[in-house]
């Protein structure tokens, strides 16, 4: 059973959001939406490093909160609702030099008012680079 209200979203729909975004500017693509997760991959070069030429935590954090936002948009209702960011953790685990990260979001909390996602970020072989909880708001959509 499926947890997206959005039900018949495509990839390329997906991939459409990163538009003059931070998600297109580090060339992240949704990869898979599966019943209850979502996936994210980002190349690892000289856009997403630090001075010591390894994965930036800064980027790992923005692919996790990318996977993760947009995985919550998925399960509210549009129409009525909005949301956000409330917080963030990652642990960085293992160093990346290169080659592809790919961030899995699943949910750990959907409730009316906040969810909870466990974001997982593996290299090209499955091993953890790094581990990520981001915790979303859900509020009501503002009249105009």
Not at 9 to 21: Q, V, Y
Not at 50 to 73: D, K, N, R
Not at 75 to 101: A, P, S
Request: hydrophobic letters at 40%.
């Amino acid at each position: 059973m499926s947890i997206w209200k959005k039900e018949n979203i495509s990839l390329d729909e997906l991939n459409a959001l990163r538009h003059k975004t931070l998600a297109g500017v580090l060339d992240m693509q949704f990869t898979e939406i599966g019943d209850d997760f979502l996936r994210l991959q980002m190349p690892v070069d000289e856009r997403t490093h630090q001075p010591y030429g390894l994965l930036h935590g800064g980027a790992s954090a923005a692919l996790a909160e990318t996977v993760g936002s947009v995985a919550s948009w998925l399960c509210i209702d549009t129409d009525k609702q909005i949301c956000v960011g409330m917080e963030i953790n990652c642990n960085h685990v293992r160093g990346k030099r290169n080659g592809i990260v790919t961030a899995t979001a699943t949910a750990l909390h959907l409730g009316a008012t906040s969810h909870v996602w466990d974001i997982r970020i593996t290299d090209e072989g499955g091993k953890l680079v790094c581990i990520s909880r981001l915790t979303m708001a859900v509020l009501k959509k503002k009249e105009p």
